[in-house]
């Protein structure tokens, strides 16, 4: 037989369904922050379908909210992988929340992108040269002979730079590799 007593976890459960907002933002401050932005960018990616211009808008409020929150570094780079998964843009939007990425960063004055991230990125910029330069080889002075072709695919970065400049005013193919002194 129960006594009125005995069911005492139901005063409890009733607690936990009206207020577990507050409780948790009492209890647990940093999990509620995190639970209320994550909602915030699963509603805005639902709000924004199909309209860049706002999700853009959206994403860049976020990641602003992301810092203000002064959360430590791995924190903001897990959710900033969870915005960025969510609320995917067009490349050139991307290229946008990079600028607006670093903007923020610079004024926080922190830095949030890993050693290995910004090996990537000095990787994606000598590959950028390297293509633009042999696009602009190949439109001056036709199909590059193999020789060219394997000097442009060992080159450092100061070596496509050099060789950049020197296609501009070359006459020759050998000239743009031998006018340019790259040490």
Not at 14 to 20: D, T
Not at 60 to 69: K, N, S, W
Request: with cysteine; charged share 30%; hydrophobic share 40%.
């Amino acid at each position: 037989m129960d006594t009125p007593n005995d069911k005492y976890d139901s005063p409890w459960k009733r607690a936990v369904e009206n207020y577990l907002q507050e409780f948790m933002e009492f209890y647990f401050p940093l999990v509620h922050a995190e639970i209320d932005w994550i909602t915030a960018a699963h509603i805005l990616t639902q709000k924004t379908k199909k309209q860049d211009q706002e999700r853009y808008a959206a994403k860049i409020r976020l990641l602003r909210i992301l810092y203000q929150h002064q959360w430590d570094k791995q924190r903001i780079i897990d959710l900033f992988y969870i915005l960025d998964w969510l609320m995917q843009l067009p490349e050139w939007f991307n290229s946008k929340v990079w600028q607006e990425l670093e903007t923020i960063e610079e004024k926080e004055k922190m830095e949030y992108i890993t050693s290995i991230e910004r090996i990537g990125v000095a990787k994606g910029i000598v590959k950028g040269q390297y293509n633009l330069l042999k696009t602009q080889l190949e439109c001056r002075f036709g199909l590059l002979p193999e020789w060219a072709s394997e000097r442009l695919q060992c080159a450092k970065a100061k070596e496509l730079e050099a060789w950049g400049k020197a296609v501009l005013t070359a006459p020759t193919l050998d000239a743009v590799f031998n006018k340019s002194d790259v040490s």
